[in-house]
Each structure stands twice: as C-alpha cells, then as structure tokens.
C-alpha cells in the first residue's frame, strides 16, 4: 500500500515546517571587512560609499543607471512621485498591495485592469480599455518573475501618451528578448526584500534612463533636497542602509550562479508539477527568462480534485509552507473596493482564486524537489479521502 497523506495519518513529508522561501545571504565571514569598516568608520547611511557602489553594480547589471532605495515600496512611490501630478494610474489588482498603495500615497487613483489568462501579467488589451483621459502612467508587475509583454504595453502607452513603468520587484535578473529587466520601461522598481532573489533584507532600487527623474528619485529619496540644499517637493526618508549595501554586494557576487541554479529548479518543478491533472502553471513566453521568485500554481477544484485551500491545508500537514500570492486580489481589499471606474477583472479572480505557491530555493536540492513532489502526488492519489477529512475537521 502506498503511503498515506499526513492529513489522513500518514508521516508528514518533511520533519519540520519548510519555508516558502530560503534567503540566499552570505555567511558573517563574506561581509566581516566591510561591515567592520563601516562600524569603525561610522558612516552607516546617507548614501555612502556602499550604496553608490551597490547602485552602480545594479544600474550595470541592468544597463540602466540606479539609485538604491531602502525597499521596493518607497521605491515605486517615488518613481510615480517623479511624474509629478495627480491622475490615475492603470495597473494589474493581481499583484502586491505595494503597488497600488504607492500610487494612493501619492495621490493618485488606481485604475485596475485585468490580467493575461496565461502569463497572470497585466493585459495589454486591458490595460488599453482601462486608460482614458486621466490616466498619467501605465505600471505592469512581472509577477513571480516573468516579465510583461513589453512590446504590446509600450504601444498601448505610446498611444495614449503616458509612461510604461513596471514593478519589477521580482524580476531582478530577468530577461526580454535577450534584455534585462529594469532597462525595459522608462521607470523600473526592485525590491531587495529577504524574501526576493536578489535578497538582503530590506532594499529597493528605482531604474530609469530619464536623467531628470533619476535626479527627483535621488532628491525624494534624501527629503526632497536638491544639491543646493532646497527642497522643490516634500521628500521622504528612502535611504538605504550601508550595512544592506554590503550584503547586497556580496550577494551579487555569486548572483549569477545562483540564478542558474534557480532556473533549473524551476524548470524541474515545473516538469514535475506541470504533470499532474488539475494544476495549471504560469506560461513563460519563449521570449522571456523569468527568475522564477515564486513557483505558483492554479489549482482548478475540479480537476484535481481538492480546491486551492484544501490543497493549502495538506501540504500544511506535510510540513510545507504555501501561500495564496496574491489573494484576495486588490480591488477587492475594503481600500480598494471603492475605486471608482473598475473593468471587467474576471481573470484576475479567477486566478487570484485558485494560486497557490510551493517553496523555491535556488539551493533546493533534488531530494528536497522530490520529497515535495511526493507529497504532492500521494495527496493526489488519495484527493477523495483527503476531501473528506477536510470536511469532517470543519
Ligand atoms: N511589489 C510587489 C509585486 C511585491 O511582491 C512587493 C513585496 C513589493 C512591491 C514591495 O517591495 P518591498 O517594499 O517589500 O521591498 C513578503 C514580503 O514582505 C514582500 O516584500 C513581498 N513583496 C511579498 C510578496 O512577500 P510576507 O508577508 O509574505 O512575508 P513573511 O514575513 O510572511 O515571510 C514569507 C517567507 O519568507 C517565510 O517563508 C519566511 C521567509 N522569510 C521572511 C523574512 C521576512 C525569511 O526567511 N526571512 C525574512 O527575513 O511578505
């Protein structure tokens, strides 16, 4: 007989909770010279030597000048702050509350429109519909890492004479026809969170080939002051820490490796996952790379078997962290429900209704791969019990 599900009694998969994420941060011995520098030397923030040199590492990597910023929130705040007025701003609700919240903090209105059935990136179509006279910026999210059709977005704004931003939050490292992420649009905002590829702690970086908006982002980020000590706009407080910047340079020391090695654990979880009826996978167009940030599924209920939270609550029971990235979607959060214009956001709930996120780690080993796909198929195999003991705990 084979094994049973940890649901119905069985050994869970793994002896302990595994995270959805693993940081990827450098051992104390990598980062000791620098942060001892900088804790004997004093000069801890205000952009020093760490965070221009990180900035510059970035803006090469991306081909695209930088400025470093103390997380992906402040980041995209200030990059729409940089276009400097009101209006409304056309974006995905399938995405992080970040994105939304940087524009309400800025003053402006969120205009949700819906998302690709496949790629779950903002529609370029949709986003054409939802753009009107107010609009003042387009912003896509390569969500989990695969970037927007950049093309298809680039004419929809073109045509309606506004900039293409993207939160690029998980897609440091991703690629476009052979081009990095943050060089696609005219403004592009990372996030260096722990939980994110490029992971340090708490770090952003804005990325635009606009000299005056790098220069606003630069000034928004340090109170708004200019070099000759005005302020022409309320700045914030943005700045990212040196002790940050270290780790974020000592980790993109082996960034590429490890990105390799992510890649190829999502393409072998894709492989394994992919098979199995009833779970449909992100679709990463040919002319893409993604990161692979997050490894989401949808879960159709009746395909599979067990709808997304049942799915959710097994692999609780195996020791195995998922997450429901991103739901509820936003225009349906009470700060967002009452947005004036919405468009039809049907794919946006179907999709937000049936995600679920499994664990990726660029260091997964196979075994690990093959103890979560395991369990994941002995919960298939037994998909009717498992129903039913869901049932009977509720
Ligand atoms: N745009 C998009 C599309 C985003 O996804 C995000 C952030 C942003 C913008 C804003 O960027 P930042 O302002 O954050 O730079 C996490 C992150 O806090 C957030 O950065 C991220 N997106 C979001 C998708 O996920 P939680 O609430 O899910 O994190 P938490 O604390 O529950 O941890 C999740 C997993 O990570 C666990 O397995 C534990 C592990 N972890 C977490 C932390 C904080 C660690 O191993 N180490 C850590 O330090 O939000």
């Given at each position: 007989m084979?094994?049973r599900p940890?649901?119905?009694g069985?050994?869970?998969?793994f002896?302990e ?5 693993r940081p990827g941060?450098?051992?104390l011995?990598k980062?000791r010279?620098a942060?001892?520098e900088?804790?004997?030397?004093g ?7 760490f965070v221009?040199?990180?900035e510059?590492v970035?803006?090469?990597h991306v081909d695209t000048?930088?400025?470093?910023v103390?997380?992906g929130?402040l ?5 729409l702050?940089?276009l400097g007025?009101g209006?409304e701003?056309?974006m995905?609700s399938?995405?992080f509350?970040?994105t939304?919240?940087a524009a309400?903090?800025?003053?402006m209105a ?5 998302i690709?059935?496949?790629?779950w990136?903002l529609?370029?179509?949709?986003a054409?519909r ?5 609009t003042v910026a387009i912003?896509?999210v390569h ?5 927007c059709d950049?093309?298809?977005l ?6 309606a ?9 998980h897609?440091f ?5 052979g081009?990095a992420?943050?060089?696609?649009g005219?403004?592009e ?6 939980t994110k590829?490029l992971g ?10 606009d000299?005056a908006w790098?220069?606003?982002v630069?000034a928004?980020?340090n ?5 000759s ?5 309320a700045?914030?407080n943005?700045k990212?820490?040196?002790?940050f910047a270290?780790i974020?340079?000592?980790?993109l020391e082996?960034f590429?490796?490890?990105l390799?090695q ?6 072998l979880?894709?492989e ?15 002319s893409?790379?993604s990161?692979?940030q997050?490894?989401a599924?949808?879960?159709d209920a009746?395909a ?5 939270d049942?799915?959710h609550a097994?692999?609780t029971?195996?020791?195995v962290?998922t997450?429901?990235y ?5 225009h ?5 429900r009452g ?8 794919e946006t709930e179907?999709v937000a209704e ?7 780690y660029s260091?997964m ?5 093959n103890?979560?796909v395991?369990?994941?198929e ?8 498992v129903?039913?003991r869901?049932r009977?705990?509720r």
């Amino acid at each position: 007989m084979h094994e049973r599900p940890a649901i119905l009694g069985g050994k869970p998969a793994f002896r302990e909770l595994i995270d959805i994420v693993r940081p990827g941060l450098p051992p104390l011995e990598k980062l000791r010279d620098a942060f001892s520098e900088v804790l004997e030397n004093g000069k801890i923030t205000n952009n020093s030597r760490f965070v221009r040199r990180f900035e510059q590492v970035i803006s090469e990597h991306v081909d695209t000048p930088a400025a470093a910023v103390a997380n992906g929130t402040l980041g995209l705040m200030l990059l729409l702050k940089a276009l400097g007025r009101g209006g409304e701003v056309v974006m995905p609700s399938f995405t992080f509350p970040a994105t939304a919240h940087a524009a309400r903090w800025c003053g402006m209105a969120v205009r949700f429109a819906d998302i690709d059935p496949e790629t779950w990136n903002l529609s370029p179509e949709a986003a054409a519909r939802a753009c009107g006279p107010d609009t003042v910026a387009i912003m896509g999210v390569h969500v989990f890492g695969v970037p927007c059709d950049v093309d298809a977005l680039s004419e929809v704004a073109r045509r309606a004479g506004v900039p293409l931003l993207f939160d690029a939050a998980h897609a440091f490292g991703a690629t476009y026809r052979g081009r990095a992420v943050g060089g696609l649009g005219q403004g592009e905002v990372f996030s260096f969170h722990a939980t994110k590829i490029l992971g340090v702690g708490e770090g952003g970086a804005v990325t635009t080939a606009d000299p005056a908006w790098l220069d606003l982002v630069k000034a928004g980020r340090n109170f708004g002051l200019d070099k000759s000590g005005d302020c022409a706009d309320a700045g914030l407080n943005a700045k990212m820490s040196e002790l940050f910047a270290i780790i974020g340079l000592t980790v993109l020391e082996t960034f590429t490796e490890r990105l390799a090695q992510r890649r190829r654990v999502g393409v072998l979880l894709r492989e394994r996952i992919g098979k199995l009826a009833g779970l449909t996978l992100q679709r990463i167009p040919e002319s893409c790379e993604s990161t692979h940030q997050n490894f989401a599924v949808l879960v159709d209920a009746t395909a599979f078997g067990l709808a997304r939270d049942e799915l959710h609550a097994a692999m609780t029971a195996e020791n195995v962290m998922t997450r429901k990235y991103f739901h509820p979607a936003l225009h349906t959060m009470s700060c967002y429900r009452g947005e004036a214009a919405q468009d039809d956001l049907a794919e946006t709930e179907r999709v937000a209704e049936r995600v679920l996120c499994f664990p990726i780690y660029s260091d997964m080993t196979d075994l690990e791969v093959n103890i979560l796909v395991g369990a994941l198929e002995r919960i298939h195999a037994d998909r009717g019990a498992v129903r039913a003991r869901l049932r009977e705990k509720r």
